[in-house]
C-alpha cells in the first residue's frame, strides 16, 4: 500500500460528522479572531482622527515630552546639589563628632 492510499483510507475512515464539527470550530474561531482584531483597530490612537490631528498631537506631546525632560533635568541637578550639600554636613558633624571625643 503506497502513500497516497494510506492518507486517502485515513481521510475516508474520519467520520464526516467530525470533519462537520471541526469546520465549525474554524468558522467559529476565524469570526471571534476577526471581532478581536476590529476591537484592537478601533483602540489603535488616531483611528478616528485625520492626519493633520494626529500630527498636531504628535507635536502636542513632543512639546510636553521637552518641558517634563527639562523638568526632570533641574530634579536631578537639585538633587545632586542637595546630596553634595548633605555629604559636606555629615563630614562636618563626623569632624566635629571626632574632636568632642578624642578631647
Do not use: W
Not at 488616531?46 to 494626529?54: F, L, R
Amino acid at each position: 500500500m503506497d502513500k497516497l492510499t494510506q492518507l486517502q483510507d485515513s481521510i475516508d475512515s474520519v467520520h464526516p460528522s467530525k470533519s462537520k464539527d471541526a469546520q465549525q470550530e474554524y468558522v467559529q474561531d476565524i469570526c471571534k479572531k476577526a471581532k478581536q482584531i476590529e476591537l484592537l483597530i478601533n483602540a489603535l490612537p488616531g483611528i478616528n482622527h485625520s492626519e493633520a490631528e494626529q500630527i498636531e498631537r504628535l507635536k502636542s506631546l513632543d512639546q510636553e515630552l521637552k518641558v517634563a525632560n527639562e523638568e526632570y533635568i533641574k530634579a536631578v541637578q537639585e538633587a545632586e546639589l542637595l546630596l553634595k550639600q548633605i555629604k559636606e554636613t555629615i563630614k562636618i558633624i563626623s569632624k566635629d563628632q571626632s574632636l568632642a571625643f578624642s578631647n
